[in-house]
C-alpha cells in the first residue's frame, strides 16, 4: 500500500465519466493538474484545476505540441518514493509527486477509419501521451496510471476501500493495460505508415486487438480462447450486432467469418451459403433471398443441419421463416427486417448477427496464420479468375460460362483440395479438404447424386453440371471422374505437367474446358 493519492495529473481526449471523477478526487483533497480542453471540462464542472503550464513555469508551445514534456511533471511521475537521491532531486528542482495519471491518446485510430489526410493523420499522433502513460506505468509501485474511462469506477472504489490510495497489485494490472494501450497505438501508427509507403512486409510488424469476448472454450473444451478485434472497418463478426442467441463460440465465430466472406463475392443478386467446420455445404444465387436458400439447402441438406447460414442480402420475413425449419447455430446478415426477427425470435439458442453492410471482397487487407516461433502474413485472396482460356475444341456455352464462374468463386472458399460442381446458380456437389483431388471429385460426385436422392430425383444433379477445381488436375483421372458423373464442362487454373493428357481427355468426351491461370488454395 502507498500514500493515499494527493495529486493527479488528467489530460484525456475522450471527456466520458470525467467530471464524476475529477469531483471525486477533489472531493478527497486531490490536487489536479490538467491541460487544454481537459481543464476546460472539469471547470466547466465545478472541479479546481491547476494548469500544467502554471505548475511547471512555461507554457504550451508549438500549437500544444510540448506542454507536459518537462522535467516537473515525468520527474514527479518517475521518481521513487523513500529513494534518497531522487528525493533529494525532487527536493533540489522543486519536483512534486504526481501520484495518479489518466490519459487517453489523440483520436489516431478513429481519424484514420473516417478517412483524413495525410497531415491531419498526422497531428493526431500523441506524443505526450504515451511518454507519460510508460513513465506512470514503470513506476506502478506508486503511481496508479488510467488510459480507459471505463476505469474510473473501478479506481474511485479503490480508493474509497483504502482511505484514498490503491493496492500494489491493483496498480500492476492497470500498468499492463497501459502498456498494451500505448503497443496497440503504435502498431496502428506502424501499419497506417505501411498502407502510405505501399510496404506491406516491412522489417518489423505489430498487430493489436481489443477483447471482444471471452470465450467459453476453443476448439474443443479442453482449450482457452478469446476473441479479439483489430479495429478494421470491414463489416462481418466482427462488427455485427447480435440480435439474440446465446454467446458464440470460437467454432461458430470461425464459420461465420468463412460464410459472411463467401457471400460476399456475390454481388449482382441475392445469395446464400451454408457452412459447416469452414466449408460449403451448399451455396446458391437466385431471383430472391428464398429461393437462393432452398437452393442452398438441397445441395447437402444432411450437412448443414447445426450449421451456419449467411444471406448477402437484408433478411427477410419469408426467408426466416424457411431458415427456421432448420435447425442451424447462426444467421448472419447485413440487416435483419422486423418480421424475420420477430419469427426467428421463437428459436432461443440461434445466433442472430446484423453487420450493417456487406465486405468488399475485393478491398486490400491481410491474414494471418500462427506457426510455432512466429506467423504467416500474406495479403487477401481477392481476385477470382486470372485470364480466362478455353482450351478445349469445344467451347462453353453461355449458360455453362455462367456456372463456370459461379462454381470457381465456390471453390476459391472451400477446403483444397476442392472441387465444385453446380448448376443453374446453385452447388450441386462439394468434395473438399481431401489429400487427393481425384477423391475430392468422386465425393463432390456422390454429394451429387445423394442430392438428387433426398429430392425425390433418380438422375444424380451432377449430370448436366459444370465443375470447378481449385488448382490444376496433376492427373487425366480426375476429369474423368467429373465426366464419369456427368460434368459437362471444367474451369481450372491449368499449369500441370499434364495439361495437354487432361485436355486430351475432356476432348474425348465433348467435354468444355477452360483454365483460369490462378489457382485458389485454401488449408
Known amino acids: 500500500m502507498t500514500e493515499p493519492i494527493r495529486r493527479a495529473l488528467i489530460s484525456v481526449s475522450d471527456k466520458t465519466g470525467l467530471a464524476e471523477f475529477g469531483r471525486f478526487l477533489a472531493g478527497r483533497g486531490v490536487e489536479i493538474l490538467s491541460t487544454g480542453g481537459s481543464a476546460e471540462a472539469l471547470e466547466k464542472a465545478g472541479v479546481p484545476v491547476v494548469q500544467v503550464g502554471d505548475h511547471t513555469g512555461f507554457p504550451e508551445i508549438m500549437d500544444g505540441r510540448v506542454k507536459t514534456l518537462h522535467p516537473l511533471i515525468h520527474g514527479g511521475l518517475l521518481a521513487i518514493r523513500g529513494n534518497p537521491e531522487h528525493e533529494r532531486a525532487m527536493a533540489d528542482h522543486g519536483i512534486g509527486a504526481i501520484d495518479l495519471l489518466a490519459v487517453n491518446l489523440y483520436p489516431f485510430e478513429a481519424t484514420v477509419a473516417g478517412g483524413a489526410d495525410f497531415e491531419t493523420c498526422i497531428e ?91 470465450m467459453r472454450y476453443g476448439e474443443n473444451p479442453h482449450q482457452d480462447a478469446a476473441f479479439y478485434t483489430s ?65 442452398a439447402l438441397a445441395c447437402d441438406t444432411e450437412s448443414a443441419f447445426g450449421g451456419i447460414v449467411a444471406v448477402n442480402r437484408d433478411l427477410d420475413e419469408e426467408t426466416a421463416a424457411e431458415i427456421a425449419k432448420l435447425f442451424c447455430e447462426v444467421v448472419i446478415a447485413p440487416n435483419v427486417e422486423p418480421g424475420a426477427a420477430q419469427v426467428l425470435a421463437a428459436k432461443k439458442n440461434l445466433r442472430l448477427l446484423a453487420t450493417g453492410g456487406m465486405p468488399d471482397a475485393d478491398a486490400p487487407g491481410m491474414t494471418v496464420r ?116 456427368g460434368a459437362t464442362a471444367v474451369i481450372q487454373p491449368g499449369g500441370s505437367v499434364r495439361d495437354e493428357e487432361v485436355i486430351a481427355a475432356a476432348d474425348e468426351r465433348d467435354i468444355a474446358m477452360v483454365f483460369t491461370g490462378m489457382r485458389h488454395f485454401r488449408h
Open 124 to 214: 493526431n499522433i500523441d506524443i505526450g501521451g504515451p511518454a507519460l502513460i510508460r513513465a506512470a506505468a514503470k513506476n506502478h509501485a506508486f503511481v496508479t496510471v488510467i488510459v480507459d474511462a471505463s476505469d474510473y469506477p473501478a479506481v474511485m472504489e479503490e480508493m474509497e476501500a483504502h482511505a484514498g490510495a490503491t493496492t500494489a497489485e491493483f496498480r500492476k494490472r492497470l500498468a499492463a493495460a497501459a502498456y498494451a494501450r500505448t503497443g496497440a497505438y503504435d502498431a496502428a501508427i506502424g501499419a497506417w505508415f505501411r498502407d502510405q509507403l505501399g510496404e506491406p512486409f516491412p522489417r518489423r510488424v505489430a498487430f493489436a486487438g481489443e477483447l471482444a469476448q471471452i
Open 231 to 295: 479495429g478494421e472497418a470491414r463489416p462481418g463478426v466482427a462488427t455485427a450486432t447480435q440480435l439474440q442467441g446465446k454467446e458464440l463460440s470460437y467454432n461458430n465465430l470461425g464459420d461465420t467469418d468463412a460464410a459472411f466472406e463467401l457471400v460476399a463475392e456475390f454481388t449482382n443478386g441475392p445469395a446464400c451459403a451454408i457452412i459447416k467446420h469452414a466449408n460449403p455445404c451448399g451455396v446458391a444465387v437466385a431471383g430472391s433471398l428464398v429461393e437462393a436458400y432452398r437452393r
Open 370 to 485: 500462427s506457426l510455432s516461433g512466429g506467423f504467416l502474413l500474406q495479403g487477401r485472396d481477392r481476385a477470382v479468375i486470372g485470364d480466362l482460356r478455353v482450351v478445349t475444341k469445344r467451347r462453353p456455352t453461355e449458360d455453362e460460362s455462367a456456372d463456370l464462374e459461379f462454381a470457381f468463386t465456390v471453390a476459391k472458399h472451400v477446403k483444397s483440395n476442392a472441387i465444385v460442381y453446380a448448376k443453374e446458380g446453385a452447388t450441386v456437389g462439394v468434395g473438399a479438404g481431401q489429400m487427393s483431388r481425384v477423391n475430392s471429385s468422386r465425393i463432390a460426385a456422390w454429394k451429387a447424386e445423394d442430392a438428387a436422392r433426398t429430392a425425390g430425383e433418380e438422375t444424380s444433379w451432377a449430370v448436366g453440371s459444370v465443375v470447378a477445381s481449385d488448382a490444376f488436375f496433376p492427373f487425366a483421372d480426375g476429369l474423368v471422374a467429373a465426366a464419369e458423373a
